[in-house]
């Protein structure tokens, strides 16, 4: 399986970008997918996630900013991430957890994007 992410780039403070992710490849459904972020010099953190119920979840520094969503018939994941500040410069990660058409339930890491902010 692999998870296409696309979308970043170079933004002023308050602009705003979308990410997309699509997953490809053999598998029977996807269950959680989300966006992980990761700064220079800082650990990767969760931004959001969604449920295959479209259940959402966001780390508080992006709440009120971001909105994360996913078209389920085309396997893919996006990311409308408005008001940016320079803060949220980073590599975002799309991530997805999987199973299989026998069962078995396994993850899967995008490639990362690059998102720029400049003030």
């Known amino acids: 399986v692999q998870l296409q992410a696309c979308g970043g780039g170079l933004v002023q403070a308050g602009g705003c970008l979308r990410l997309s992710c699509s997953a490809s490849g053999r598998f029977f459904s996807i269950n959680t997918m989300g966006w992980y972020r990761q700064a220079p010099g800082k650990q990767r953190e969760l931004v959001a996630d969604?449920?295959?119920?479209?259940?959402?979840n966001y780390a508080d520094s992006v709440q009120g900013r971001f909105t994360i969503s996913r078209d389920n018939a085309k396997n893919t994941l996006y990311l409308q991430m408005n008001t940016l500040k320079p803060e949220d410069t980073a590599v975002y990660y799309c991530h997805g957890e999987f199973r299989s058409v026998v069962g078995r339930v396994f993850e899967s890491w995008g490639q990362g994007t690059l998102v720029t902010v400049s003030s």
């Open positions: 969604i449920t295959s119920g479209r259940s959402t």
